[in-house]
């Protein structure tokens, strides 16, 4: 039976939502991929995200999951799925890093959330449809405005894999340079439109997707 992606079984900390509403205006930067970058032997085209630039396909060196049951092992946008112990070892080009908090808190910003009165912050329908693909989720996808790409790999947790189709969820740390034990996650909300959490706290055997991040 196919596996409904859910984090229940996971505390999360953050406090994004996504609003019905998808009258948000143009977006905010159109995809400029203009470069690459090579990491562990591959080669990752990169995007440019506001003052971030962002690899815009999953990571998929040495290590790692592949998610078989859904999708194919062999493409280059879906990578695999890591451990956060995993994705202390590799070794990135000077200026790149694992994405702190922050980090997406600023790609979310730059896509258009706001900051409510209370310091949080929250992100339209909008913003979540620009960082997902076109294809590849089983209810729509995005519009993939941001070129960010995100695709619906899915995570890793207890022995089993969640969200295959329909969730995309990528390490991160909680300030740079500690380990990247957080995920940030694009999955159906409670009435099933994309919903973005930031700050999903892991286990340490818990896989996800991995995307690297410089300065402009």
């Not at 089983?138 to 022995?159: D, I, R």
Request: with cysteine; charged share 15%.
């Amino acid at each position: 039976m196919k596996k409904v992606f859910t984090l229940v079984i996971i505390a999360t900390i953050a406090f994004f939502s996504c609003s019905k509403k998808n009258n948000d205006p143009a977006p905010l930067n159109l995809k400029s991929a203009d470069s690459i970058v090579t990491i562990a032997g591959d080669v990752y085209p990169v995007v440019k995200i506001g003052n971030q630039t962002w690899t815009s396909v999953n990571y998929r060196g040495p290590g790692g999951l592949f998610n078989t049951g859904y999708l194919d092992e062999y493409s280059v946008q879906h990578g695999k799925l890591y451990t956060p112990q995993e994705a202390l070892q590799i070794v990135l080009p000077t200026g790149w890093r694992l994405p702190s908090y922050d980090d997406y808190l600023t790609l979310l910003i730059a896509r258009g959330a706001k900051q409510n009165s209370d310091g949080s912050y929250s992100a339209t329908l909008a913003v979540a449809q620009s960082l997902m693909a076109t294809t590849g989720w089983e209810e729509g996808g995005g519009n993939n405005y941001s070129g960010f790409t995100a695709l619906p790999t899915g995570f890793y947790h207890l022995n089993a894999i969640y969200g295959s189709g329909n969730g995309a969820s990528f390490l991160h740390t909680a300030i740079a340079g500690t380990p990247p034990d957080l995920g940030f996650t694009i999955g159906p909300g409670p009435d099933g439109i994309p919903f973005i959490y930031l700050g999903v706290v892991l286990l340490d055997e818990d896989r996800c997707s991995i995307r690297f991040v410089k300065d402009n």
